[in-house]
């Protein structure tokens, strides 16, 4: 296995563009990227190979959130913070308002919302959401649109 200073540097981005999905907070998914690969070193024996070390990595991530999610609960009031996701599907969604978008893609089934949440919130790659949930690809392009044409379904009923 390479050493944890790798794995850091190839892995960090991936990490931290999984919890600022979840977060919409940089200091805060900086945070938990770091208390990620704390965890990741402490139980760096219990790494088996039979999934991505990517894969490994966010699913530590994912425990690490909730475990921050359980100790601060979320407050009432919604930021009203901008996206900034690079693409032209978050700008369109956008448009709809961040709270209503908000609460829209909340009540969007899985895995749709997961893949959602990684593009237009994290940034992500096709790629590296395929990666992040262990499909391909060409999965993660096909949910995504699936995902958001079901958004804008709803979208165009509630109008």
């Not at 990620?36 to 966010?58: E, H, N, P, V």
């Not at 209503?100 to 749709?112: F, G, I, Q």
């Not at 940034?123 to 958004?151: D, P, Q």
């Amino acid at each position: 296995m390479q050493p944890m200073d790798e794995i850091y540097r190839e892995y960090a981005r991936i990490v931290y563009r999984y919890l600022y999905s979840h977060t919409r907070d940089a200091l805060l998914a900086e945070e938990l990227t770091q208390e990620t690969f704390f965890q990741a070193i402490r139980s760096i024996d219990g790494y088996d190979g039979s999934a991505k070390l990517s894969t490994w990595l966010c699913g530590i991530a994912k425990n690490v959130l909730h475990t921050w999610n359980r100790k601060n609960p979320p407050s009432e009031a919604l930021t009203e913070e901008t996206s900034t996701a690079p693409s032209a599907e978050a700008e369109a969604l956008h448009a709809i308002g961040h709270v209503e978008l908000v609460r829209k893609l909340h009540r969007t089934p899985e895995p749709y919302k997961e893949v959602l949440y990684l593009r237009l919130f994290g940034g992500l790659s096709f790629r590296e959401i395929g990666t992040v949930m262990e499909k391909t690809e060409n999965w993660a392009r096909i949910t995504f649109y699936r995902g958001k044409e079901k958004l804008r379904k709803e979208v165009e009923d509630n109008d």
